[in-house]
């Protein structure tokens, strides 16, 4: 059965293209066929990561990994109604033809939109990539200025909720498994950062998500897309290009130890060669 993993937010900048790639390109390598589905119909973040992976192996002349790729069109009518029937028709039928793959990865906009929350719905994995900053953990919760306590869920917390609701309501088996990534994490010890991981500790028992450690603010993520290429794919002989400090062999270790992180289903056929690079 196919199992879907969703990269939601509703704030932009917080890393969800980034860590979908990086998710896609990991599961790839660990022998499992992969779908990728960009429903960011405006910046498609996701969409050009591949594209630029594409013309890197013409330019270079090198082989690498790819998922299968579904477009999802977005609907003209004027009706909101017949618009949203048309989308959920649009979003099913995508989901339909890849039902051959092992996982399916959907990077979604950052903002409320009717392909989005579909997603959500379908999803058995929810990734939320959140920058550690308090300015994002308003995604999840609101603060009360003076006390400083958590005073209720987000709207996006409540959509994931409602998602959830949901799908136990249709029968499907299952729940959805919800993780929440701090990303961008600085290596000292900020006062900051901690406070940020005893309100993130307090709310994943409230609202039910699971905390997963993403990645660090480094350079190395923002120089690769333009090139296509993720960190799982430097350092090895044959890689396109070498890994040159050890930070970027850090770097790799964090998206390994994210993987394992969300408890996927058959990801322990890991790649041999992608192991060694990184020991």
């Known amino acids: 059965m196919t199992h879907v993993i969703v990269l939601g937010n509703e704030k932009g900048g917080s890393g969800k293209s980034t ?3 990086h998710l896609v390109v990991a599961l790839l390598r660990s022998g499992h066929k992969v779908g990728a589905v960009d429903l960011d119909l405006r910046q498609g ?24 790729e579904v477009d999802v069109e977005p609907s003209a009518l004027d009706s909101r109604a017949e618009s949203q029937a048309k989308e959920t028709e649009n979003l099913k039928s995508a989901l339909q033809s890849l039902e051959g793959c092992d996982f399916v990865v959907i990077d979604c906009p950052g903002a409320n939109t009717h392909l989005s929350r579909l997603a959500h719905l379908h999803a058995d994995t929810i990734v939320t990539p959140l920058n550690d900053s308090f300015v994002d953990f308003d995604l999840l919760a609101r603060i009360d200025p003076e006390t400083g306590r958590v005073t209720g869920p987000s709207l996006y ?51 039910g998500f699971r905390l997963a450690r993403g990645f660090g603010d480094r350079v190395i993520y923002r120089e690769l897309f333009p090139i296509g290429l993720t960190l799982l794919d430097l350092g090895g002989v044959d890689s396109p290009v070498r890994l040159t400090t050890m930070s970027h062999v850090t770097a790799r270790l964090e998206i390994r130890s994210l993987v394992a992180s969300l408890n996927l289903p058959e990801t322990q056929k890991a790649d041999e060669a992608d192991k060694a690079a990184a020991a």
Not at 54 to 62: T, V, W, Y
């Open 19 to 21: 860590t979908a790639m």
């Open 45 to 68: 973040s996701l969409k050009r990561y591949i594209e630029n992976r594409r013309k890197f192996c013409e330019i270079k002349g090198k082989e690498l990994l790819f998922p299968v």
């Open 157 to 207: 917390s409540e959509m994931v909720w409602t998602a959830r609701k949901q799908r136990a309501m249709t029968g499907v088996p299952g729940g959805i498994d919800w993780v929440v990534m701090r990303n961008r994490l600085s290596a000292t010890r900020a006062r900051n950062k901690k406070n940020m991981g005893d309100k993130l500790e307090e709310l994943s028992s409230r609202i």
